[in-house]
């Protein structure tokens, strides 16, 4: 397209235009084209590098504070709707828009034209050519040929030259339509897509109008400045919707923040459901809703799924989310500090906090969220398939009043791990890390109750000194030393190694006993020996615990046999190693619930979606016609011989798929060499086919003269 | 029309399209028509009026390919006619192994494993043809691909009845997740090749293409031992949309040409190092390859816009949007740009040769990375394809 000429000569125009036009062909120059294509490509990379419009406290763990900021100013947390990206885009279509007019001129003129001025001379260079003499006359050779031309496509117009007659035929020129469509389309998808991108909004959040919230606050509390009023603007928006309520306004994410968009319905949510396939993967999600608006005579009642969204004058709303929507709960505490260990019941709601008294203490409870399905690979899970569900689960947070908090996550029911029942409690101190579970171990009734009372009796001063003393006693018998006196002594020990083991673990308590041993300068040959004993004495100790445990839960006394007990008792005694860094002052048992669930909707208008789509339908129809309609031209330039007979001369060309025309006009040139021959050879008198002749309006007579017909290559 | 000079000739025939084609075009038209027509009562209660309307425009898309390049009619009455008989020997899934043609042959996973077998067996003979410049190994090593593509095209569909045994709520077209497009992947290319093969009359290039078969081959073996990716399972409500049923086929045209079109490039590198000694073997020389990778992307660039637009009413549909930007749609788009510049400086700078063919290779990483990597390193909406 680009013509050639020599750098001189373009310099020499430059200065001719002026700024203006030297502007205007840089502009739509192909180079830069194809630099824009090159460059707009790489900088959407980066968008798929970093996540795209993530919480920002994500980001500034991620990257700190420095670069935090840094691609902040750049954009990068919302690459697509970054001035530069858009400024970039912006030139793209202006790139194409000017290439486009430029070229749209000469391209229809193009396709209007057939080039019948071509002079022999010419045609003669054309590689893809063939000529013959016949003894023909030029009308019977003029309505073969156009009989042939036809049969292959070509409309054609028939120009005298002299004597000679020149028949200009061209096919598929819908091709260059496809250029023009083909951009034609971009421009008019990126004016689409602009009008989605409510460029309005971008204005009145830069120029300050528009107050970004940050808060999480009640929508009537928002600020008007921080409210859209209901308009023809694109948006789109996402709100969640508890079961049984409603809501009028959509809330649209900007940045750190979000604005809030009012809608002219309301949408009212009956029930969320989510559907499970026997494996346990959710099926469908899918709301039930009633929209009423002001102009509806009856509300429009319809089940809103994943890809089944319900749309309304413009404004289309899909399952986007769920979650839960207040679920009630109903909770048991059991206290892990203070004096008074006696567990007591509260009632509590998801997404709602609540103060909890915790010995002596106020803590804040955070409900966060209930699941009521945990769908967990099973333990000895060889594919994805083997799945069990383990029951309803909640999540809550317990912020002491110094402000710092740390997040539980509980199960309602008992858990297997390896055979045997817990009772699983997460904790994390910060959103980022994973969950660590306590196993609290289910007794046999599946209750938590023995451990939690085992670990009470441990820290009550008089229980332990009586299971501390009932253990020194047994201990010492066993040994032979029932009554060497040393019951209180050995029992103060064994209480001061089980208080080691609450506050650390049991690898730090074995540890200390060591040290003290080496601190009191026991002698080598009895140190050993003594270890051996004060670690019995504490594990009898925490034995004897157990068993009390055990009967204030009247559960049947266990001997010490018991396989059943005894695992018990091993997993308690972890259990306990493990309670320093749960450090929880009490545990929740879920007991009872509510669920209530909240449907999260996106809902969005695009006001340009018709025209996009318009764009693309442009864009493949010009992909199609560029690629698989093949713009040709043929030259058939007959000429008069003085023998009565003729020279004929055919010719093609094709500029985008030379070897592909080099095909096809074979196939043309067979053609016209066959009807020749066939028309010489005596086929007189009959008449020849095809509306070519008419069209001529020239008769085709018999075959006249005698030269013999040579096929000149 | 019948007194006109030409019939006499014969050289050529200038009937319109319609009246060329034999009495076996029709025939085979008219046996896909029952079958159509025999799917489309007997599975109408699992069938919306779209999936109708894409049951028929499967049918017309089958046909119009079968006139055009006429060796796909006897391929798609032996694919047809082995995956009824595997869907006879099938009344529930245990059938798979008690039976004999099916544990061998016919089941789902026992025909994909005959095309993993099948095509790297194809690329090697074909490059034993290529080396030893013989014809007739070359037409094993056609005949090789024809039953390889034959062997994925029957996996998939067999599959596609196996899913229902398992359950009716879980059975679903196979082209869900990666283990499915991976066979998809092959079996489309090996065919695209074929025509390709077949409109160039060269089979010296079946080897290159081979290698990229090979490769997704070796992809799919190890995706299927190690990560037990072979699994049916139950698809999530996001793939839940007779959209994917042509989005998802659109695209694997687009991306079946876009890797031929590359192993082209690398046939096309190969020669130009010493295009004597490979003319000799029979590559078709620069300017051949130079053409055929231009065919191969315009297909592959035609169909992409398609499938991408295809992938933004759908997700007008089911995300609220028709581009989100989310990963997998930006990369997309730059594949697409990739090859809008490969077309550009072909056609306004008149670039040949092997910068060409380099930028098609690189264009088929970035395709790569557009069909696998967002899946791997990204996350996003499309994120079901995970590894
Ligand atoms: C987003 C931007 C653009 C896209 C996606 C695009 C796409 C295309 C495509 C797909 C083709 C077809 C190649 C072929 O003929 O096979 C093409 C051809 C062409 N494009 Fe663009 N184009 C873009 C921008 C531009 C710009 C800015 C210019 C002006 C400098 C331009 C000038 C041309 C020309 C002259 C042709 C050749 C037409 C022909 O000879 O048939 N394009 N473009």
Redesign the pocket.
């Known amino acids: ?1 680009e013509t050639t000429s020599s750098p001189s000569q373009v310099r020499e125009k430059r200065r001719r235009q002026g700024t203006g036009s030297v502007l205007l062909h840089f502009l ?3 180079n ?2 194809i630099t ?2 090159v460059v707009v490509a790489i900088a959407s990379v980066i968008g798929t590098i970093i996540q795209q419009n993530q919480p920002y406290p994500d980001y500034l763990l991620k990257f700190g504070p420095f670069w935090f900021e840094a691609f902040a100013t750049l954009g990068l947390y919302d690459v697509y709707s970054a001035g530069w990206y858009l400024f970039l885009l912006a030139f ?1 279509v202006v ?2 828009s000017i ?1 486009l007019s430029r ?1 749209t001129p000469s391209v229809l003129k193009e396709m209007r034209r057939y080039r019948e001025h071509q002079q022999e001379r010419s045609l003669r260079a054309f590689s893809n050519r063939r000529e013959w003499t016949t003894r023909l006359d030029p009308a019977q050779v003029e309505a073969l040929g156009a009989q042939t031309l036809q049969r292959h496509r070509f409309r054609f117009r028939s120009k005298a030259h002299g004597d000679a007659r020149l028949l200009a035929g061209m096919a598929g020129r819908s091709n260059r339509l ?2 023009v469509f ?2 034609l389309s ?1 421009v008019v998808i990126c004016v689409g897509g602009i009008i989605d991108g409510n460029l309005l909004l971008k204005f009145r959040e830069w120029t300050g109008q528009l107050q970004i919230e940050t808060r999480n606050i009640p929508v009537s509390q928002v600020d008007p400045s921080s409210r859209l009023p209901v308009s023809r603007g694109a948006f789109r928006g996402n709100v969640n919707i508890p079961e049984g309520r409603s809501a009028g306004v959509v809330f649209l994410d900007l940045k750190d923040g979000y604005v809030v968009q009012d809608l002219p319905f309301r949408l009212h949510v009956e029930e969320f459901r989510v559907e499970h396939y026997d494996t346990g993967e959710p099926r469908s999600f899918e709301s039930d809703v009633i929209l009423t608006a002001p102009e509806l005579d009856e509300p429009i009642v319809q089940t809103i799924r994943v890809n089944h969204p319900l749309t309304y004058r413009g404004y289309a709303i899909y399952q986007a989310s769920f979650g839960d929507g207040g679920s009630l709960l109903g909770m048991r505490a059991w206290p892990l500090r203070g004096d008074d260990r006696e567990p007591w019941e509260l009632d509590g709601e998801v997404l709602k906090d609540q103060p909890i008294d915790v010995a002596g203490r106020e803590y804040r409870l955070e409900l966060e969220d209930f699941q009521l399905f945990n769908v967990r690979p099973t333990e000895d899970a060889e594919t994805r398939r083997d799945v069990r569900n383990v029951g309803p689960s909640f999540t809550y947070r317990l912020r002491a009043p110094t402000g710092e908090a740390r997040e539980y996550h509980n199960f309602m029911l008992p858990v297997e791990v390896r055979g045997r029942q817990y009772f699983l409690s997460g904790v994390r101190s910060t959103p980022q890390e994973e969950f660590r579970y306590l196993h609290l171990p289910a007794d046999s009734r599946g209750r938590p109750d023995t451990f939690l009372a085992f670990y009470n009796l441990l820290q009550d001063q008089d229980s332990l000194r009586a299971a501390s003393e009932r253990a020194a006693e047994a201990t010492l018998s066993e040994y032979g030393l029932g009554d060497s006196g040393l019951v209180p002594q050995v029992a103060l020990s064994a209480r001061d190694l089980v208080r080691r083991l609450l506050e650390e673990d049991m690898q730090a308590v074995l540890e200390y006993l060591e040290d003290s041993m080496l601190e009191r300068q026991v002698p080598e040959d009895r140190r050993q020996m003594l270890m051996t004993f004060s670690r019995l004495a504490m594990e009898r100790t925490l034995w004897e615990a157990y068993l009390e445990a055990r009967s204030d839960g009247d559960l049947q006394p266990v001997s010490a046999a018991d396989e059943q007990g005894q695992a018990f008792f091993r997993d308690a005694l972890a259990a306990l190693s493990a309670m320093d860094l749960y450090a929880a002052p009490v545990f929740l048992e879920l007991t009872d619930f509510e669920q209530i669930q909240a449907t999260g909707l996106m809902i969005a208008r695009a006001p340009g979606q018709p025209v996009v789509y318009a764009g693309f339908g442009l864009l493949t129809l010009g ?1 199609l016609l ?2 698989y309609v093949s713009h040709r031209r043929a030259w058939c330039w007959i000429k008069p011989r003085p023998d009565g007979g003729t020279d004929v001369l055919l010719a093609g060309a094709n500029q ?1 798929d030379p070897l592909g025309f080099q095909r096809s006009f074979g196939e043309l040139a067979d053609e016209l060499d066959a009807r020749l021959k066939a028309a010489e050879s005596g086929a007189g008198g009959r008449r020849a086919g095809g509306g070519g002749v008419s069209i001529l309006g020239g008769a085709v007579g018999g075959p006249r003269g005698t030269a013999g017909l040579r096929n000149r290559p | 029309m019948s007194t006109t000079p030409d019939n006499v000739i014969g050289q050529f025939d200038d009937r319109g399209f319609l009246r060329r084609l034999s009495w076996f075009d029709w025939a085979w038209a008219a046996a896909f028509l029952v079958g159509t027509l025999y799917a489309s009562v007997h599975f109408g209660p699992w069938m919306d009026v779209y999936e109708q309307g894409i049951l028929y425009l499967g049918y017309a898309t089958l046909i119009w390919v079968g006139w055009v390049w006429k060796p796909a009619r006897l391929f798609s009455l032996v694919v047809a006619g082995l995956t009824l008989f595997a869907l006879f020997q099938y009344p529930d899934l245990a059938a798979a192994e008690r039976n004999f043609f099916l544990n061998y042959l016919l089941s789902s996973q026992s025909a994909i494993m005959w095309m993993c077998a099948l095509f790297p067996a194809a690329t090697v003979v074909y490059f034993a043809g290529l080396l030893a410049r013989s014809e007739y190994t070359q037409k094993v090593g056609s005949a090789l691909t024809w039953a390889a593509s034959g062997a994925g095209f029957i996996g998939l569909l067999v599959r596609w009845w196996e899913s229902y045994l398992i359950s009716p709520e879980i059975g679903r077209i196979p082209v869900t997740n990666l283990y499915e497009v991976f066979v998809l992947f092959a079996m489309t290319t090996g065919l695209i090749y074929l025509y390709y093969e077949h409109r160039y009359r060269t089979r010296a290039l079946g080897g290159f293409v081979g290698l990229i078969i090979t490769a997704s081959v070796g992809f799919l073996l190890w995706y299927h031992f190690d990560r037990q990716a072979h699994e049916i399972d139950p698809l999530i409500p996001a793939l839940q949309s007779w959209w994917m049923k042509i989005h998802v086929p659109t695209n694997f045209v687009a991306y079946g040409a876009f890797a031929i079109a590359a192993m082209v490039g690398v046939a096309y590198l190969v020669q130009a190092r010493n295009p004597e000694r490979w003319r000799q073997r029979g590559l078709p020389g620069a300017e051949a390859m130079d053409d055929l990778m231009y065919r191969t992307i ?1 297909l592959g ?1 035609a169909f992409f816009t398609i499938a991408t637009i295809l992938g933004a009413f759908w997700a007008a549909e089911a995300w609220g949007g028709y581009w989100s930007w989310d990963p997998k749609e930006t990369w997309s788009l730059i594949t697409w ?1 990739t090859y ?1 510049g490969w ?2 400086l072909r ?2 700078k008149g670039w040949r040769g092997t910068p060409m063919a380099w930028w098609a290779i690189i264009g088929l990483l970035v395709t790569t990375f557009t069909f696998l990597g967002v899946n791997i390193f990204l996350s996003g909406l499309h994120s079901y394809g995970e590894l």
């Open positions: 397209m739509g120059s192909m830069l084209a824009l294509l793209l790139s194409t290439c070229h496809g250029y083909t951009h971009i992909i560029m690629f985008r | 315009a660039f740009l809008a077309l550009h056609f306004t």
